[in-house]
T-cell receptor, first 114, second 111 residues
Framework: GAVVSQHPSRVICKSGTSVKIECRSL??????MFWYRQFPKQSLMLMATSNEGSKATYEQGVEKDKFLINHASLTLSTLTVTSAHPEDSSFYIC??????????FGPGTRLLVL | GEDVEQSLFLSVREGDSSVINCTYT??????LYWYKQEPGAGLQLLTY?????DMKQDQRLTVLLNKKDKHLSLRIADTQTGDSAIYFCAESTGGGNKLTFGTGTQLKVEL
């Protein structure tokens, strides 16, 4: 399967600032990446599908101006949480689309907004 | 709609078998998957099964698929403390690698 990294693994920021999270596919060229949000003891909530070289497709209810996604290369997608607020605190996980319609996940980024 | 349901919690003793169940609603899913999530980590793909198969075995893991009842199960033989985690089933929906995840089952293995 694909090896996926995320950076940073953990970030604390002040309310009103923006935070960028990187998702890298280390050994696989990924035309499609996915961004999820996970609340404690809950399942994953798909936020958006990131397509290399084109605009991301956002799920219903996800603000595209707040969660900016850029997929500029086959190995890197970024999620920027703009003007972060405490309610944006969560665990953000990215994944890469693989064979047999699978997804391979990164280790996640814990965001805490004070 | 696409809903994937799992029981929330399962507790077993070390050495016993664990069976985690999942029900789904989208009969057109091509593949179904089991993922494992340890605390504070991402999801690890454990195994997957093609929808025209009934069973798949991979070392200690056995996946059973009942398409008629839209029921998927994961059996872990000789469960170890390292198997303690949250297990998610998922189904492929709509193509393009898009998946719908279940609610997750927390497996606790006791000595």
């Amino acid at each position: 399967g694909a090896v996926v990294s995320q950076h940073p693994s953990r970030v604390i920021c002040k309310s009103g600032t923006s935070v960028k999270i990187e998702c890298r596919s280390l050994d696989f060229q990924a035309t499609t990446m996915f961004w999820y949000r996970q609340f404690p003891k809950q399942s994953l909530m798909l936020m958006a599908t990131s397509n290399e070289g084109s605009k991301a497709t956002y799920e219903q209810g996800v603000e595209k101006d707040k969660f900016l996604i850029n997929h500029a290369s086959l190995t890197l997608s970024t999620l920027t949480v703009t003007s972060a607020h405490p309610e944006d605190s969560s665990f953000y996980i990215c994944s890469v689309g693989g064979r047999f319609e699978t997804q391979y996940f990164g280790p996640g980024t814990r965001l805490l907004v004070l | 709609g696409e809903d994937v349901e799992q029981s929330l919690f399962l507790s077993v003793r070390e050495g016993d078998s664990s069976v985690i169940n999942c029900t789904y609603t989208d009969s057109s899913s091509t593949y179904l998957y089991w993922y494992k999530q340890e605390p504070g980590a991402g999801l690890q793909l454990l195994t997957y099964i093609f929808s025209n198969m009934d069973m798949k075995q991979d070392q200690r893991l056995t996946v059973l698929l009942n398409k008629k009842d839209k029921h998927l199960s994961l059996r872990i033989a000789d469960t170890q403390t390292g198997d303690s985690a949250i297990y998610f089933c998922a189904e492929s929906t709509g193509g393009g690698n898009k998946l719908t995840f279940g609610t997750g089952t927390q497996l606790k293995v006791e000595l």
